[in-house]
Nanobody, 124 residues
Framework: QVQLVESGGGLVQAGDSLRLSCAASGRTLSRYVVGWFRQAPGKEREFVAAISRSGGTTHYADSIKGRFTISGDNAKNIMYLQMNSLKPEDTAVYYC?????????????????WGQGTQVTVSS
């Protein structure tokens, strides 16, 4: 199975950018659908972005479309989430997850492996 570790979170101001990383070990990420999710205090975990095994298909939540980009580096076995034009409402713990399937989905319960999360805080 694959182990996932997120990094790159922090405290930034509105309008700033951050790049989150999801480092995988145990197995190559290219055999999984990889998604990013986030959970704000008192809220349900929500889908942010996902990418297919080949990298040819991506899917984004409407709330971040045009601002966030998901990508991967197969050589490093790392998945990224580039976040631009951050807003205070983007404040949350961000998780990467992997799904042992070919189908890109947005439901968190359909992902098999999860990282521990990284905190992103955006001040106004």
């Amino acid at each position: 199975q694959v182990q996932l570790v997120e990094s790159g979170g922090g405290l930034v101001q509105a309008g700033d950018s951050l790049r989150l990383s999801c480092a995988a070990s145990g197995r190559t990420l290219s055999r999984y659908v990889v998604g990013w999710f986030r959970q704000a205090p008192g809220k349900e975990r929500e889908f942010v972005a996902a990418i297919s095994r080949s990298g040819g298909t991506t899917h984004y939540a409407d709330s971040i479309k045009g601002r966030f980009t998901i990508s991967g580096d197969n050589a490093k076995n790392i998945m990224y989430l580039q976040m631009n034009s951050l807003k205070p409402e983007d404040t949350a713990v961000y998780y990467c997850a992997a799904r042992d399937s070919m189908l890109v989905v947005t439901r968190s319960r359909e992902y098999d492996y999860w990282g521990q999360g990284t905190q992103v805080t955006v001040s106004s």
